[in-house]
C-alpha cells in the first residue's frame, strides 16, 4: 500500500526536480549566486528580526509558491497583484495569493516593471528590452547599441516620464570577448533613443528610482557598496557615490563581494537589496539597517512590492515566491 508520505514524495519529485537547463540555471544562481534550486518546500515557519520602521520582530515569512521553473522579477501592479517571471513567461501573483500565468513565453524575461500606460516591460537575457504585455502591444525598445548586440540586460525601472533605466551584465562565468560592449546601465528616452547613462559600475545588477525619481540606485554584484547617481532632466546620471556598504557574503576569486541582485524601494526611500546574506535593508542615507534571510537558505535574486494596501515586500529567487508585511508601503504606482 502507497503510504501519504510516499506520494507527498512523489509529487515533490515530480514537480520541483529541474530539467537540465533548470539545473545550469540553479547553478548558475539564474544572476550570479553559484547555489541550487531548492528541492523541497521551504520552510514555512521562518520570521523576520526586528528592522525598526520596517518589519516587527516575529512578522511571519509567507511562502506564496515554489516549485517554478526559476523566478525572478517581482513588480507590484495597481490592482494590488505582483508579476514575476518564472515558468519561461510572466506569472501574476493576486492580493490572494492565487497564481495564473500572464504572458506564456517571455523571450527570456528577467527584471519586469510597467508604464503610466499599464505596459509590461521586460529586460530579456536574449539581448533585448521589450514591452511584453498586453497581447497585441508586443514592442522590442532596444536590442542594440553603436551596432553591437547587448550583453545580458538583467533588470530595468520605468520613471514616470516613460523613460526606461535598464542594466546590461555578463552571467557569471561567461566568456568575454574584447568586442563586447561594456557592463553599463543604459536609459531609453520616452521618444526612444537610447543611451550610455553609467559604466562605472563593477557588475550593475538590480535597479530602482528614489520615490522622487531624483536618485537612481544601482546594485553592484562584484562590489561592497551599493550605487546612487543623481539624475538629471534629460535622463543623464551625475554625482556617483557609494550609497550603502553590504554585508558582503559572495566568495569570488579576488575576494568577498555583495553578489547584490535585485532592488527595490519604499514610500519612505528605503532600499531593499536582495544579496546572499538575504535582503538587505538601507535607510534613506543609506544606513544599513538590516538583513531579512530567505527562508529556504539560498540567496534571493528580486523583490518588489505588492499586495493589499501595497505593505507586502515579495521576493523572488530559486523558483519560490515569498511575501512579508511591512511597516511601510511601497512607491505608488511603480511596484519596485
Not at 490592482?79 to 519561461?88: A, C, E, R, Y
Not at 550583453?151 to 516613460?162: A, C, E, Q, T, W
Not at 541582485?261 to 519604499?266: A, F, S
Amino acid at each position: 500500500m502507497v503510504t501519504r508520505a510516499l506520494v507527498f514524495t512523489i509529487m515533490c519529485l515530480v514537480c520541483c526536480t529541474p530539467s537540465p537547463a533548470q539545473a545550469r540555471q540553479g547553478r548558475q544562481g539564474g544572476r550570479g549566486a553559484q547555489v541550487q534550486a531548492p528541492p523541497q518546500p521551504p520552510a514555512a515557519d521562518k520570521v523576520t528580526p526586528e528592522i525598526p520602521g520596517v518589519v516587527k520582530a516575529g512578522t511571519k515569512i509567507e511562502i506564496v509558491t515554489f516549485g517554478l521553473r526559476g523566478s525572478d522579477a517581482g513588480v507590484g501592479t495597481p490592482d494590488g497583484s505582483v508579476l514575476v517571471t518564472g515558468n519561461g513567461g510572466v506569472l501574476k501573483v493576486d492580493r490572494d495569493g492565487k497564481v495564473t500565468t500572464l504572458v506564456e513565453n517571455s523571450d527570456q524575461g528577467a527584471g519586469l516593471a510597467f508604464d503610466s500606460k499599464g505596459r509590461v516591460i521586460a529586460a530579456q537575457y536574449s539581448k533585448k528590452v521589450s514591452v511584453i504585455y498586453p497581447k497585441g502591444s508586443e514592442e522590442v525598445l532596444t536590442a542594440s547599441f553603436d551596432g553591437k548586440p547587448y550583453i545580458r540586460p538583467n533588470d530595468l525601472v520605468v520613471d514616470k516620464k516613460g523613460g526606461v533605466y535598464f542594466t546590461d551584465c555578463y552571467q557569471i562565468g561567461a566568456q568575454r570577448s574584447p568586442d563586447d560592449l561594456p557592463q553599463a546601465v543604459y536609459y531609453i528616452t520616452p521618444n526612444k533613443k537610447v543611451i550610455k547613462v553609467a559604466d562605472d559600475v563593477n557588475r550593475p545588477n538590480g535597479i530602482t528610482l528614489s520615490p522622487d525619481e531624483k536618485t537612481l540606485f544601482v546594485n553592484d554584484w562584484d562590489g561592497p557598496s551599493l550605487i546612487a547617481y543623481s539624475v538629471q532632466g534629460d535622463g543623464t546620471l551625475k554625482n556617483r557615490r557609494n550609497f550603502g556598504k553590504y554585508d558582503l557574503k559572495q566568495e569570488t576569486d579576488h575576494g568577498l563581494v555583495s553578489g547584490a541582485d535585485g532592488l527595490c524601494i519604499d514610500g519612505a526611500g528605503r532600499t531593499f537589496a536582495t544579496t546572499p546574506a538575504g535582503v538587505q535593508v538601507f535607510s534613506a542615507k543609506g544606513e544599513h539597517l538590516g538583513n531579512i534571510e530567505a527562508p529556504y537558505g539560498m540567496p534571493p535574486q528580486n523583490c518588489g512590492f505588492g499586495g493589499p494596501g501595497n505593505s507586502y515586500l515579495y521576493v523572488t529567487g530559486r523558483g519560490v515566491v515569498y511575501r512579508i508585511r511591512t511597516l511601510g508601503t511601497g512607491v505608488k504606482n511603480r511596484g519596485k
